[in-house]
């Protein structure tokens, strides 16, 4: 296993650097001027080459990418253009929301995916099966704003049951966090649940109907146990691999949830730092995002390498 994530962390060395020079590159080709967005309509142009001149945007784009690489190596992400304040102190103000709502919508998906996937894995061809296999289609179907928009509408506003407001830090009141997750939660995970599901369904028939299920059946072994020891552990393989895809598509998504449920995520601040062109926000907030989906793609690797020993590097 130390075989196995030294060789993926050697391997995300290059992904990050790769994502860095795109990052920095890709935002300093759009068009128009920061300076002169942070200045308004009416600037002249002495006084956006002034700001320009200040934040150091006069510079060849080599040399300012030197400066700005060395200074990532350090932890450094730079300065907001518009706030400024350092690039760090902004993500660590808007990253525990968009970790919570992540998190709670993973969790929702795995919940309902798995449980999806084993039942109507162990009846394939059935009613139920065909029911909730349709289920999983109107789930991929379903856009997460509208479903967010109907949950609140529903269970906030008619019923009462959530807050509309959904955040409150972990640490002010953890019950009144947990309740503002529900709903972002489930609009956030039911399009992850379907992936999941999916995938668990067709793992699970390919795994029961292996020859060794049918040795299992002639040695009087119960149905339920071999689900539950055998089918279940030969499906997780699949799934993981599909729980990794799922986590990246709920990384980009909960930026559209977090503005339907007012949460002060990075997807809000990624708006506005867009729209001003607050390049050092922007590179940040996609650095951030590209380093979550490594790690939880590194976890998820060692847990395939955990459950499937030949995927370990000899």
């Known amino acids: 296993m130390g075989k196995l994530v030294a060789y993926r962390l050697l391997f995300a060395v290059p992904q990050l650097l790769v994502i860095s020079i795109l990052v920095f590159s890709l935002t300093y080709l759009v068009p128009g001027s920061p300076a002169a967005a942070m200045l308004g309509t009416s600037a002249t142009p002495e006084a956006i080459a002034h700001v320009e001149a200040q934040l150091g945007l006069d510079r060849p784009p080599l040399e300012r990418f030197v400066e700005w690489f060395g200074a990532l190596l350090t932890g450094d992400l730079g300065t907001s253009f518009r706030a400024g304040m350092p690039v760090t102190d902004l993500l660590a103000q808007r990253l ?30 059935t009613l139920a099966d065909r029911l909730v296999t349709g289920g999983t289609v109107l789930g991929l179907a379903i856009p997460e704003f509208w479903l967010g928009l109907l949950l609140t509408s529903l269970f906030a506003v008619q019923l009462g049951w959530v ?9 002010a009141d953890p019950l009144a966090w947990l309740r503002g997750l529900v709903l972002p939660s ?3 995970g039911v399009t992850g649940g379907a992936i999941i599901a999916r995938q668990t369904r067709a793992a699970l028939v390919t795994s029961m109907s292996a020859p ?14 071999q689900i539950a020891r055998y089918g279940v552990k030969n499906a997780l393989v699949p799934v993981l691999a599909s729980t990794g895809v799922t ?11 977090e503005k339907v449920f007012a949460l002060p995520g990075l997807g809000s601040l990624m708006l506005t730092s867009v729209i001003g062109q607050d390049f050092p926000v922007v590179q940040g907030v996609v650095l951030v995002t590209a380093t979550l989906v490594i790690v939880v793609n590194l976890v998820i690797d060692i847990c395939y390498g955990l459950i499937n020993p030949q995927a370990r590097p000899q």
């Open 96 to 125: 525990p929301a968009t970790l919570s709502v992540v998190a709670g919508g993973i969790v929702v998906a795995l919940v309902l995916g798995v449980g999806a996937g084993v039942f109507t894995g162990t009846r394939p061809g």
């Open 163 to 171: 807050p509309i407001v959904a955040w409150t830090p972990l640490t």
């Open 186 to 188: 489930l609009a956030l």
């Open 212 to 225: 060794y299920a049918d040795t299992l059946t002639a040695a009087g072994v119960p149905r339920r146990t």
């Open 247 to 257: 986590f990246a598509i709920l990384i980009g998504v909960s930026f559209v949830v």
